[in-house]
């Protein structure tokens, strides 16, 4: 942190906890410079960017003073989602492409990514080894890279497995090309065109893009911002109308970073396996956690092989080499046919390169690193959020994982806000991304992994002004 940003925020927090009241003088440049031997220059920078925080305003031949800000801001949470349960058909896709498109538009703040930062990824090391086995393997054949996948890999992944709580059988595990194509294998394994599908409601848009591709159709489930889907209106949608197949994210979904309880996931399994249901659970963000340990998954309460677990290193370890699986439970060898069927093959390399990290150096370590930094980051994005944009605004409590939901005033258009924050350089994510319906028109999802500095405080500044023209 540079001298002026903690001398700034050393002086935010004396606002935020009461020492200097709204409308008080606080102490000169020049006598600040003096008493915490600063340059005139460093001072003038940290009131500056108090400036536009928000905190203090100058006054001409007058001095910097606390300045007077609206006493209600952020004051409810997220309410419980409550989406009108009917089979539709999925299109999605043209609005995520678009999106995702402008993410590297002019260097734009990338608020919107659904990417992880790399900078915290170990993508150095995993390149040393990568480059090592190719220079060691000139030729081998396909067949070494069918699946289920390399061998030693797939024994890490059950190693790790088990020492997350979960003990798995190897032969169960198939690797492949991230977690999207795992999610895809197992739709088209348990489901066939034309069949309804249920998910939550926001959900993430991998799973509608799957629905989509799959020529199925989706319905959303009344799901809530802290517990999850409601297992109360799903039971009830199952009772009037086939369902194939449903889609969770049960920990730290996105957009919404829930954490469901232990026992509501068992109760989910339960209602699926009464009714002879698979669940095709996502479980990309499990390995960042907030908490003191890691969450349980739906996969630890499948008796009947019916819960498909899909995973990745994508969102842990690194985005590049795009390596997945999933635990397909009685739908085992369908997926690997249709795995065969649809991409034949996992690159061997980045498989190799993978492996060689996770036996030899220290995973745990990382992501004791990365679950630390993605823990502040969100405090401070949640506190920014809840400062400065307007009042009716509320935002999501994510137990893990690296995105944070926000609902805006209804009276904001989350894509006009979008094309408006992209003129200005900043990148967001729509809420229409997350839904076959317009119930999120009005919200946007937000992405803290990256470092916070100046340039995502003032672009979080700037994009509440825009939202403030809406209203």
């Not at 690797?175 to 065109?193: D, F, Y």
């Not at 842990?316 to 649809?342: C, H, M, P, Q």
């Amino acid at each position: 942190m540079k001298f002026y940003e903690k001398l700034a925020n050393d002086i935010d927090a004396l606002i935020g906890s009461g020492v200097l009241l709204p409308g008080e003088r606080i102490p000169s440049v020049r006598h600040t410079s003096q008493q915490h031997k600063l340059s005139i220059t460093t001072v003038l920078r940290a009131y500056a960017l108090l400036e536009s925080r928000g905190a203090i305003e100058s006054r001409p031949q007058s001095g910097y003073f606390v300045r007077k800000r609206a006493t209600a801001l952020v004051s409810r949470e997220i309410q419980p989602s409550n989406p009108q349960p009917v089979s539709v058909e999925v299109d999605v896709s043209q609005l995520v492409l678009a999106t995702l498109r402008s993410i590297g538009t002019n260097e734009a703040v990338p608020l919107g990514s659904p990417y992880p930062d790399p900078s915290l990824f170990p993508w150095q090391r995993v390149n040393q080894y990568t480059n090592s086995i190719a220079r060691r393997h000139h030729s081998w054949s396909l067949i070494d890279d069918l699946p289920p996948g390399n061998e030693e890999l797939i024994r890490q992944i059950a190693r790790r497995h088990l020492e997350n709580g979960l003990s798995v059988d190897p032969h169960e595990i198939i690797v492949t090309v991230g977690a999207t194509e795992a999610i895809n294998l197992c739709l088209q394994a348990v489901a066939k065109p034309g069949d309804t599908i249920a998910v939550e409601s926001p959900t993430f848009y991998a799973m509608l893009h799957a629905i989509e591709r799959m020529g199925m159709r989706a319905i959303e489930v009344a799901t809530d911002p802290n517990e999850g889907i409601s297992i109360e209106a799903l039971e009830k949608i199952i009772g009037e109308q086939r369902i194939a197949a449903c889609m969770v994210m049960p920990n730290f979904q996105n957009p919404l970073g829930f954490q469901m309880s232990d026992q509501r996931k068992a109760a989910l399994v339960d209602l699926l396996a009464r009714h002879e249901i698979p669940a095709i659970e996502n479980g990309v963000y499990n390995e960042l956690y907030f908490g003191e340990s890691h969450p349980t998954s739906l996969k630890s309460y499948d008796k009947k092989g019916l819960v498909l677990h899909c995973a990745s290193f994508s969102k842990s370890l690194s985005s590049a080499y795009r390596i997945g699986w999933t635990l397909a439970g009685r739908y085992r060898d369908r997926v690997e046919k249709l795995k065969f069927l649809n991409t034949l093959t996992t690159s061997s390399i980045s498989q190799m390169a993978i492996t060689e990290y996770l036996k030899n150096d220290g995973f745990d370590h990382h992501l004791r690193r990365v679950r630390k930094a993605y823990a502040q980051q969100a405090n401070i994005m949640a506190a920014t959020v809840k400062r400065f944009f307007p009042d009716g605004t509320r935002i999501s409590r994510p137990k893990g994982g690296y995105v944070l939901w926000v609902e805006l005033p209804e009276a904001v258009d989350s894509m006009k806000l979008y094309h408006r924050a992209l003129e200005s350089g900043i990148t967001i994510a729509p809420g229409r991304m997350f839904s076959v319906s317009n119930a999120y028109k009005h919200c946007i999802r937000l992405n803290y992994s990256y470092p916070w500095t100046t340039e995502i405080d003032q672009a979080l500044i700037l994009l509440a002004k825009l939202i403030g023209e809406f209203l």
